[in-house]
């Protein structure tokens, strides 16, 4: 029963939700304005882009995308590190996470 | 001594001045730098006189002394190399020797001054600049030496910075001089071309050369002459440019006795008694330079009449005694001209100086009303001032009296005789009424500050009080008590007495005692006038004989043994007639100077209420003379108010045109920026929402092209 279920599962499904990954982290990019929720959208539109990348491997039966997701999830995790390091930095600078507080750079 | 040292003269002093600039640094170091720049004078004094018996012995081409290869572009070489000869020789005498006596002064005067150090910088960086000038081997580097005493000048009578008529005096001489230095720069610049070399040897050599061999002389060579006229005029303060000199004496005395009367304002004698060749080439030039010489020693003779400052009269006088040289150079006796400079060096620096002293004892007083009868207050400033005053006033058997006389006996030596010029007899008889001025303005000067009534204001100057150093100086040296109440007193001999008793018996001795010596020096340097066949050089010398040269050579074409005879004869008659004039000359002037003394006693001694009524009768004349003939107001109204008016138009110009130009350039980036500047909001959402954006536009058209 699994197998069949598993069969009836097309790339359009992983794509879709990859896609709606992306999206939804997208979303949360333009709308949120707390340092950490902007972040951590950025990191869900990271795993919507891995998701298609597998999908797509799985497809064309070539590990090259599978590979290359494992790398990008390693870098993704040392990036995170340093970018949750920058916001606590920047927490102490202004005693606050909303990111319009660091707009001085307008025109 | 070797003659290799002849080339560590100007650099001691360029050493001193850096070791002067390193005690401007800390206070505590101030003192010393008054020693260390007498030293580095008088060191270079010594080698002077060491060498001088195996300088006067080179010739030709060793009289080149090359340091290093300073400018070699293609075929145009420049050495820092220095000609020695006699005549330097006779200038290293006075600038190294007047310039030790003179520093040993300042050590005194200049005591308990804030920028006692930077002073004495000056002082050594001006040895050094003046020695380069005196000591070149070629034009380029008497530029550089040129230069550098102007620059000099300009920082010594700054020196007071604070004052504001001492930077306006400052700021005069330094543009005054510019007018005559772009005349000195272009005359450099057409010799090169002319002769193509900038070696005075060469120089010298080849317009002799030119001049012997009856060269018909071009245009340049009767340009030169009048370019190099120029920049003398400026650094030697004559008509038109010797306005600068009286303003000069801003600056602290002994920069006034040392720079503005000893050395500096005597380079322009020096340099046209260096190329007196090139000067004969042109007819027209060396009458000129006695024309102007004679104009400027009568008309500045007149002002200081009727001036009441101190230094003001010697500074007209300075002006006169070198409008003295310049007619006894033009006159063709260079040596003329350099032994009036070598005298005048003397008893002016002498005069300066014990003028410096009756301001340090009255704090700064200057003015001649305002003292009366100090000859008990300070007995031996007074009689060292009165020979000074008795070597300028010409008194028979001073220094000022011989020099002096061999200048009116050039000028009427060329005035009289077969080809007598009516100009220099005028200019003669000019210089004689000249120095019946002299001794009387000069006495006028004596008399009213030591004779008569004792009577004296103070200065406002009190130099014991305002600085700490000062106070000292006063206690110890004359033990007077307190701050307060001060009464003029005697300077101490030393530092500052003790030069003076030495440039009193120069004042007194150099006359009778070098003159010889200095008529040898001249006749073995370039300074000696090219003897042309005898009336060829008349010609050479004024163009009011060249008709008579074209008479004289017609009867010379007949015979020619005849005509080489009445050379002969002529020229005996000439020696003669030479002799005669001198004699003759000596008696007059030497009746002359008395009668101006005798005047000067009466009236402004004996008779001094007389003398205020003729003063009052003639009040116009008094002012006219007082206001210097309104020369100032009058470059003012014609030359400076015109130029300011050009200024202003130029600035206009560059504020509206040049500057509205590149403005506008410069708005059209702000303008853009200005239209795109609100996009860039500092958000990070909306250059989310922008990034976004654009890539789905850009997936939108590439769906669209690839489909």
């Known amino acids: 029963m699994p197998l069949t279920t598993m069969d009836s599962l097309t790339l359009s499904h992983f794509l879709l939700t990859g896609a709606v990954l992306f999206c939804l982290g997208l979303i949360g990019f333009i709308t949120r304005r707390n340092l950490i929720i902007m972040f951590l959208c950025t990191e869900m539109m990271f795993q919507g882009v891995a998701v298609s990348l597998v999908a797509f491997s799985r497809y064309h039966l070539n590990d090259t995308g599978q590979t290359f997701v494992i790398f990008v999830l390693t870098i993704a995790a040392a990036e995170a590190a340093l970018a949750l390091g920058l916001v606590v930095l920047l927490f102490r600078r202004k005693r606050t996470l909303d990111a319009l507080a660091w707009s001085q750079l307008q025109g | ?707």
């Not at chain 2, 720079?259 to 020096?270: K, L, N, P, Q, S």
């Not at chain 2, 330079?289 to 004679?294: N, R, S, Y």
């Open chain 2, 1 to 707: 001594m070797s003659i290799e040292l002849i080339k560590l003269i100007p650099w001691i002093p360029l050493l001193g001045a850096a070791l002067c600039g390193v005690c401007c640094m800390k206070p505590a170091w101030r003192k010393a730098a008054g020693p260390i720049s007498a030293l580095s004078i008088f060191i270079p004094f010594l080698i002077t006189c060491g060498v001088y018996s195996a300088a006067s012995g080179l010739t030709g081409a060793e009289k080149v002394q090359t340091v290093y290869s300073w400018i070699g572009v293609g075929g145009f070489q420049v050495n820092m190399g220095y000609f020695v000869d006699r005549l330097t020789m006779v200038m290293l005498f006075v600038v190294t020797g007047i310039g030790s006596l003179i520093a040993t002064y300042a050590m005194g005067y200049m005591k308990g001054e804030r920028g006692y150090a930077r002073f004495f910088m000056g002082v050594s960086l001006f040895i050094f600049a003046m020695t380069t000038l005196v000591m070149a081997d070629n034009l380029v580097l008497l530029y550089l030496g040129w230069e550098g005493v102007g620059l000099c000048s300009y920082l010594l009578i700054g020196y007071y910075y604070e004052k504001p008529e001492a930077v306006a005096a400052a700021k005069k001489a330094f543009i005054v001089n510019r007018i005559g230095d772009l005349g000195f720069a272009l005359g450099i610049f057409l010799t090169y071309k002319t002769y193509g070399s900038v070696s005075l040897a060469e120089v010298t050599t080849e317009a002799a050369k030119r001049l012997t061999e009856g060269f018909d002389p071009t245009a340049a060579d009767l340009w030169i002459p009048f370019l190099l006229m120029l920049g003398a005029f400026g650094k030697s303060a004559q008509i038109p440019l010797y306005v600068w000199l009286p303003d000069a004496m801003a600056g602290p005395t002994p920069v006034s006795a040392l720079v503005h009367a000893a050395t500096m304002v005597t380079a322009g004698v020096y340099m046209i008694a260096r190329l007196i060749p090139v000067f004969q080439l042109s007819p027209a030039a060396l009458p000129t330079v006695a024309t102007i010489g004679g104009v400027t020693a009568l008309l500045s003779g007149t002002i200081a009449l009727c001036q009441y400052d101190l230094k003001k009269v010697f500074a007209y006088s300075t002006v006169s005694q070198l409008g003295y040289m310049f007619l006894g150079v033009g006159a063709l006796s260079t040596f003329g001209g350099v032994f009036h400079l070598f005298t005048h060096a003397f008893f002016k620096a002498l005069l300066f100086l014990t003028a410096g002293s009756v301001m340090h004892a009255l704090a700064g007083q200057l003015d001649l009303r305002a003292m009366s009868g100090l000859r008990h207050k300070m007995p031996v400033t007074c009689w060292l001032m009165f020979v000074g005053c008795l070597a300028l006033a010409g008194f028979p058997l001073t220094a000022g009296f011989f020099s002096k006389d061999t200048i009116l006996a050039a000028a009427m030596t060329q005035g009289t005789g077969p080809h007598g010029s009516t100009l220099f007899l005028f200019l003669a008889l000019m210089g004689l009424f000249t120095a019946f001025l002299t001794a009387f303005y000069t006495f006028r000067l004596w008399f009213r500050v030591f004779m008569g009534p004792e009577h004296f204001e103070m200065g406002d100057e009190h130099h014991g009080d305002d600085h700490g150093d000062a106070h000292g100086h006063g206690h110890d040296d004359h033990g007077h008590s307190g701050g307060h109440a001060h009464e003029p007193h005697e300077m101490p001999w030393w530092p500052m007495n003790a030069p003076l008793a030495a440039l009193a018996i120069g004042a007194v001795l150099a006359g009778l005692v070098f003159g010889g010596w200095m008529e040898r020096s001249i006749e073995g340097s370039t300074a000696k006038p090219v003897a042309v066949a005898h009336v060829e050089s008349h010609a050479a010398a004024a163009p009011a004989y060249q008709i008579i040269t074209v008479e004289n050579a017609a009867e010379g074409h007949g015979t020619e043994a005849g005509a080489e005879h009445a050379a002969a004869d002529s020229h005996d008659d000439e020696h003669h007639r030479e002799h005669t004039i001198h004699i003759v000359m000596m008696f007059v002037s030497s009746i002359i100077a008395l009668v101006g003394i005798a005047l000067a006693a009466y009236f402004h001694w004996l008779n001094r209420p007389l003398t205020d009524k003729i003063a009052t009768k003639f009040a116009a004349v008094v002012e006219v003379l007082y206001n210097k003939y309104y020369v100032d107001e009058f470059y003012d109204m014609v030359i400076v108010k015109p130029l300011r008016g050009f200024g202003h138009l130029f600035y206009l110009f560059d504020q509206f045109i040049i500057n509205g130009l590149v403005m506008t350039v410069g708005h059209i980036p702000r303008l853009a920026g200005w239209v795109v500047r609100p996009t860039q909001s500092g958000k990070m959402q909306g250059y989310g929402l922008g990034m976004v954006l654009g890539v789905a536009v850009v997936a939108l058209l590439v769906f669209r092209w690839a489909f």
